[in-house]
């Protein structure tokens, strides 16, 4: 049995260690031992004081999360129960932090007496990005030790700071200067004797104040939450610490927490937590798979997709090479990516120092030989299935052996891409999305010939630059755009039936998104589709008439809708436009309900999904959910579109699209064999193994 929990005693001092592989999980069979050993150490006359660190790399990094839900997660002792006893010992109790002390590792460590802390180390309450709220007296003892304003955005933005602005916050009674445990000892042998005070105690630090100002700070928080329950339910914790008895505000969040971590969003939320770890777990490329070293990375254009790329690898510390065909295109390139990132400086988000610093990292060229010595080269070029070729054919002569040759093709085939070269191993597809020194996600298209190595090295890279990768097969659109396509194949026909574009975005924003898919297309820019639609042969009879109308969204100041700044407003013109196009189609227009725009757009969107993992495009469903929340803007309290889909009910969703498949016969209704199958065995995506 491993031991979980050691001690070791120095003279009158006792060293408490926690070891719980890999990051200190506040799990049960950790709490057990612990509570044991505080129980012997509270009646020992001999111990006069006690430390509490951790083994490995880091402090405790919070909860169990396996255990949210279950029965474990309060069985006792719980962590209220060791928080309760530790603050009532009767002798100094001090944490000594290293790594992350978050959640449930920050309560310990507050419920503590003191804290020494690394000077590298981090403190978060992170809960509410499981959809929750500390549940162990995080939100009643924060702000006892930091100010109130301070506590609320901790709290309810779950990001974390270091250690040495816990010290001057008052998180922290001290930084250590050399080994953190001789630190703590040393910290612990200075307070002994004196009446150690515990943080439920300090109620000067939450009483008698004027809260004009945090009532406002929550105001906002409850207006940016956007639907989701845990920021503003955290907000009213905090409210609640600064105005309840300590003891009522720790019962007022425990409720809250367990209500949360039944509900739907702190689910789905959860699901999304765990879904982002098993993305990195790719068929084929076991632990085995050594990455390739990436030092130097070159990007083609500079425009707005080739200037973000460029932006995200020198903000991950790789030196960067971006090519132009002309000195105009690259100082135009390097002048936008040097007023971003003094948008950053003027924001506080970046220093001037870091801002020189990654601007260092690039450089401009305008021939190809520049690109020689690269590890890694990523094109950003028109996307054009002849101009990717004509890329590739040079990248093959000049690019060193070894060299991995990227794509960021949004829909093109890779493997046709690929087959352009000598080296198609070396070919993957790396889709960024815009722009890419801001957007989370990055597709990694596995091409037929696509070496183990190459995605591993993808992997890797997507890590060091801050990025959620998704790895996807070759098919049009990839996951994300395949899926979008289908989202977006009945915009037409519910216009040209009834519906008007502002009705449409409003159940999409009602349903979580940050925008609706017109609102949206205005921003982008209606010319793109336009020019995208006539290079396929294609036509879409009202979204061509406003483009022929001049109308190419909020660059021109109409599209969809008419602009004053960037206020979108309802065009007449527009309206006249769309019923112009129904009579010309012969369509009788009626009212469609908001419930029939979410079938025949969301439902679609499923389905497709289902077939992308009948096709293993994608691995798994949650790697689809980890796409559209981290690349498109599906809401996060709903988990992504296929754990959704299990909350709606996949025998509603089915019989949704079978009846509008009847109606209509269009392909986009056609009820995938996987969703079927599911449906009627009483299965569901998120039950389905990684």
Known sequence: MPEYVTVERRGDIAVITLDNPPVNAFSLHLREPLNAELVKLRDDASVAAIVIACAGRTFVSGADITEFGTSRSGQSPNLIDICAMIETLGKPVVAAIHGTAFGGGLELAMACHYRVADPKSLLGLPEVKLGLLPGAGGTVRLPRLVPAEKALAMITSGNPIGAVEAKTEGLVDAISEGNLVDSAVAFAKSRIGEKPVAVREREARVSGGSYGALDGLIEEVTKKARGLEAPVAAANAVRNALRMPFDAALKAERETFLRLVAGDQSRAQRHIFFAEREAQKVPGIGKDVTPRPIRKAGVIGAGTMGGGIAMALANGGIAVTVLEMSQAALDKGFGVIDKNYAASVSRGSLTEAKKAERMGRLSGALDYAALADCDLIIEAVFEEMSVKKDVFGKLDKIARPGAILATNTSYLDVNEI??????????????????????????????????????????????????????????????????????????????????LPAQIDKVFTDFGWPMGPFAMSDLAGLDIGWRNRKALGKTSAIADAVCEAGRYGQKTGKGWYRYDGRKAEIDPEITALIEAESKKAGVTRRAVSDEEITERTMYPLVNEGAKILEEKIAARPSDIDLAYINGYGFPVGKGGPMFWADLVGLKKIVAALDKW?????????????????????????SARPA
Request: aromatic share 4%; hydrophobic share 45%.
């Open 418 to 499: 690929a087959a352009s070269t000598s080296r198609p191993q070396d070919v993957v597809g790396l889709h960024f999305f815009s722009p890419a020194n801001v957007m989370k996600l990055l597709e990694i298209v596995r091409g037929e010939k696509t070496a183990p190595d190459v995605i591993a090295t993808s992997l890797a890279l997507s890590r060091q630059i801050g990025k959620v990768a998704v790895v996807a097969g070759v098919c049009h659109g990839f996951i994300g755009n395949r899926m979008l396509a289908a989202r977006s194949a009945e915009g037409e026909a519910l216009m040209l039936e009834g519906a």
């Open 661 to 685: 498949h009847d109606k209509t016969g269009r392909d986009v209704f056609r009820v995938s064999p996987l969703l079927r199958r599911l449906a009627e065995t009483g299965g569901s995506f």
